[in-house]
């Protein structure tokens, strides 16, 4: 049994035996820090990205409702607000809680004190908010602000903004149609939520009971009796959905969602704040693992080389009667002290690089000692000294007393084989994640330069505006003043961000085409789009004003018409190879028993690919002057160097015609680049971890050569006094080495070649991998290990022979 003055005995045993080895605890303590510094800060990421809305009422029951519109090729979590009026003959679901999307339907402008303001993030809920989300209340009363008329809901930091205190209770906001009364202040929602908003309503009847379930302007949460029955359940939904909006065609696919799995699984562009990434994380839990088994390998290989250098204390020790059970725990403890230490190290560099490492993953991480992380970091720092230390103190611990006393000690086969297969792994894993780091970034280059089909630069992008005052109201005069600005080269309306989604779709019809239709997505455009937003145009015109039949308008029989671009795929799907031959067709829209809106077709443009390159292109149709969306935009193409001067003409003027709040205006440019966040970080991270694996693969190298020039130091004096060079001594020592590089590149290449495919396999324009990554990285791993062996082999061929050879 282990007391108190056996384990003092053992402390101290171990600090006299770091005084002694002081290049070994140094080596070790620099590669354990590093490691488990990277451990930690991975460890608070992947805690607090699985923590989103695991503290909601009963979230392992909640599930959230999912649509895929198989026309558009897409997702998202919104469905109809009347859906809890059609599942209540289905016994497995209690309880239904819908977010409805009222700022699209309601008037979300508002007068304080003579200045405009927009209502941020508005939405209406269900009375039975607090069965599904956990709110915090400030003041007022949260039943009252969601079941009368008029009444709002404000979080704390929109209260602050809207009148520059939380007290306000009672307060009234002016808006066009009557005002809204504040009934409720609560705390701003907690980070770690999928959930997102800033003001909440009553979900008025008078709006959301003329809808039906094709009206998705909605986020539905159901609470699930029977989490067995999840398939059965979506099936119904499905049914139900299809058969009653869409004629019994197969055009939506439901799914239910996991509440504590929506912020990493659901990647729809149509989220109420961008998620996480499932693969982030994935990832960054194998790289610190990987880091970890490299500074652990180093320990095991540093301390096996090492360990002639304590064979004559382990004799010792065994002639006055210790025990291997004995030596095997002092050995223990000098590793698990060396580790907390390291830990302790450790936790420094996590304080400081933690303003860096929130601004990489974009998160606010807090390193809390006093919670279960701390306990944590205790148990990990002391598996890694006990898993690292024990091999090498079964190791050391087995010489014979007898053997070593008399001189006769030899190195095993087995500690040979293990260093040199560890060597391998550490060499192997550095080669891979080099390659990796070469084709991410690879691919990132070419979705940046990737044709979608139209152009990013030098656009800008004003959203959120009122579809009416766009597509039918003082259109000509507010883009026509626009367009007067200094430095606008044009400006046209869209009712849809091309970096996000086409969010319409309607049946066309066209001659020799289905007679059932075709569902195609469309996007609502105004006169000059094709020329503001970059399309390519392959045959016909753009809209224009000159052509006053372009604008979608009443005809003579009753209908309406409109000109309208069409994809080049699209054309080629409705019989047309020559996209020429497509210009002037007529297809019919909207078809009802009185009849049918008419398209003309008077451009083919290139297909173009919306959202992200891994998203499948879809043929579309750009309508002129027609959009079902409730919300519009401006896309301006404005000359670079004033953009300033642009963006606040713009401001100036959407204040002065449409009395409306200043509206944040984004780059198209920008907006692009967020498609693509989570793919950046993956390869910032790999593109990290790499750089902390070849270090630390330097670290164990130098350990390893610095004992092996050792052992080997009489063996260079003598080849030396022969005549050998100094370089060829260097070559010699190195020749080991390389050799093992070289079959753990062998070994990393097809692992690696299968993994990078399999990621690359998930987009539909990707780079083919490269010869030159993979011998790049053999190249870069086999030069600095060079130079790390060639450091301390020229030390020792370049000592003078005669202080080696002297006692011989």
Not at 428 to 443: C, K, M, P, R
């Amino acid at each position: 049994m282990l007391n108190n003055s056996m384990f003092s005995n053992y402390i101290v045993a171990a600090l006299r035996a770091f005084r002694r080895q002081k290049q070994h605890v140094l080596l070790n303590l620099f590669g354990l820090s590093i490691g488990l510094a990277a451990a930690i800060l991975v460890a608070l990421y992947v805690n607090f990205e699985r923590s989103f809305d695991t503290f909601q009422p009963q979230s392992q029951s909640t599930y959230r409702v999912s649509q895929y519109f198989n026309p558009l090729g897409t997702s998202a979590p919104v469905s109809s607000p009347t859906l809890d009026k059609h599942v209540a003959n289905i016994s497995e679901i209690d309880e239904v809680f819908t977010l409805g999307v009222l700022g699209s339907f309601s008037d979300d402008q508002v007068l304080i004190n003579g200045e405009y303001f927009r209502l941020d993030d508005l939405y209406s809920a269900s009375s039975n908010i607090l069965a599904f989300m956990q709110l915090d209340l400030i003041d007022g009363d949260i039943s009252k602000a969601l079941t009368q008329p008029d009444m709002l809901l404000l979080t704390r930091s929109e209260a602050v903004r809207l009148f520059g205190h939380d007290n306000v209770i009672g307060e009234t906001l002016q808006r066009k149609q009557g005002h809204w009364t504040i009934a409720a202040v609560i705390e701003d929602l907690p980070t770690n939520t999928h959930f997102h908003f800033k003001s909440l309503a009553y979900m008025s009847p008078t709006i959301f009971d003329k809808m039906t379930l094709r009206d998705n302007a909605a986020y539905n949460y159901l609470r699930i009796n029977n989490p067995n029955d999840l398939e059965s359940i979506a099936s119904e939904l499905q049914t139900l959905t299809n058969e009653s909006s869409y004629g019994g065609q197969d055009v939506v696919k439901i799914e239910l969602q996991p509440l504590e799995d929506i912020h990493l699984t659901a990647h729809s562009r149509y989220e109420l704040k961008e998620g996480g990434s499932q693969t982030s994380v994935i990832i960054c839990i194998a790289l610190s693992i990987l880091l970890i088994v490299i500074v652990s390998v180093n320990f095991i290989n540093m301390s096996v080389a090492q360990a002639s250098q304590r064979a004559k204390e382990v004799g010792v020790r065994k002639a006055l009667g210790a025990s291997k059970a004995q030596l095997v725990t002092q050995f223990l403890t000098e590793s698990v002290l060396l580790t907390v230490i390291a830990a302790v190290i450790a936790c420094a560099i996590v304080e400081v690089s933690l303003p860096w490492f929130n601004t990489l993953v974009e998160r606010e991480l807090v390193l809390n000692y006093a919670s279960n992380f701390g306990v944590f970091i205790i148990g990990i720092t002391v598996l890694i000294g006990l898993v690292a230390g024990l091999y090498p103190a079964l190791f050391i611990s087995s010489f014979s007393a007898k053997r070593v006393l008399s001189g006769d000690l030899q190195r095993g086969k087995t500690a040979i084989w293990v260093r040199k297969t560890l060597l391998i792994l550490q060499s192997a894993l550095s080669i891979a994640l080099i390659i990796g780091s070469v084709t991410l970034y690879q691919q990132l280059e070419l979705l940046n330069t990737l044709s979608v089909g139209y152009q990013k630069q030098h656009k800008m992008l004003v959203s959120d505006l009122d579809r009416n005052e766009l597509f039918f109201e003082n259109n000509p005069a507010l883009l026509s003043e626009i367009k007067r600005l200094p430095g606008v080269n044009s400006v046209s309306a869209i009712d849809s961000d091309l970096t996000n989604a086409i969010g319409s779709s309607i049946q066309f019809f066209w001659q020799g085409g289905s007679e059932l239709g075709e569902v195609i997505p469309f996007v609502g455009a105004g006169y000059d789009i094709a020329k503001t937003q970059g399309f390519n145009i392959i045959a016909g015109r753009d809209f224009s004003e000159q052509f006053a039949s372009d604008w979608f308008s009443e005809q003579e029989d009753g209908n309406n018409a409109a000109a309208i671009l069409v994809t080049r795929s699209l054309a080629r799907k409705a019989g047309f190879s020559n996209p020429e031959d497509a210009l002037g067709q007529v297809w019919r829209f909207n078809q009802s028993d009185t009849g049918a809106d008419l398209g003309t077709i008077v451009g083919v443009i290139e297909d173009l690919k919306v959202g992200s390159v891994k998203d499948t292109s879809l043929p579309a149709v750009i309508v002129c002057g027609m959009s079902f969306q409730n919300a519009a935009r401006l896309i301006v193409d404005f000359e670079p160097l004033k953009y300033s001067e642009v963006k606040q003409g713009i401001k100036q003027i959407l204040q002065r015609k449409l009395n409306s709040a200043v509206t944040d205006i984004e780059l198209l440019s920008d907006n692009y680049e967020v498609v693509y966040r989570s793919e950046r970080q993956i390869t910032e991270v790999v593109m990290i971890f790499a750089g902390l694996a070849i270090v630390l693969t330097c670290v164990g190298i130098l350990g390893l050569a610095s004992f092996s020039a050792l052992r080997r130091s009489k063996e260079v004096a003598i080849r030396k006094v022969l005549g050998d060079t100094v370089f060829g001594l260097v070559n010699l020592l190195a020749k080991e080495f390389m050799l093992l590089v070289l079959i753990s590149a062998i070994i990393a290449f097809p692992a690696t070649y299968l993994l990078v495919d399999d990621w690359l396999n998930g987009f539909n324009d990707r780079v083919t991998q490269s010869l030159f990554a993979y011998v790049a990285a053999v190249m870069l791993v086999t030069g600095i290990t060079w130079l790390t062996v060639a450091s301390i082999a020229y030390k020792v061929a370049s000592a003078r022979p005669s202080l080696k050879l002297r006692y011989e």
